[in-house]
Nanobody, 123 residues
């Protein structure tokens, strides 16, 4: 089995910064894609940023220039540095990971979601 644990959400004033973390653990053979999505109240879940192994990051237009996704493959961890936060960034942020799990034979590709961490931007 593979588990994801998120951390780093909270309350911040407009213009402030937060850093989210998501760590994967368990029977991991390889990780291909790691990313962040968010869901505001009354809205659908939307992509924020993704990072593929060896590829360039991809960002939603609404966060380009303000958010940065990075990953530490040695720690199976993905980060989301959020700067210049706006009220409209308020949402629950979910980590999404595409991983090949070695817990079964043959190995299986799994798409996993974190438990979600709330981010509130308010004065």
């Amino acid at each position: 089995q593979v588990q994801l644990v998120e951390s780093g959400g909270g309350l911040v004033q407009p213009g402030g910064s937060l850093r989210l973390s998501c760590s994967a653990s368990g029977s991991i053979f390889s990780i291909h894609i790691m990313g962040w999505y968010r869901q505001a109240p009354g809205s659908q879940r939307e992509l924020v940023a993704t990072s593929t192994s060896g590829g360039s990051p991809n960002y939603a237009d609404s966060v380009k220039g303000r958010f940065t996704i990075s990953r530490d493959d040695a720690k199976n961890t993905v980060y989301l540095q959020m700067n210049s936060l706006k009220v409209e960034d308020t949402a629950v942020y979910y980590c999404n990971v595409g991983v090949v799990s070695s817990s079964t034979r043959p190995y299986k590709y799994l798409e996993l979601w974190g438990q979600g961490t709330p981010v509130t931007v308010s004065s």
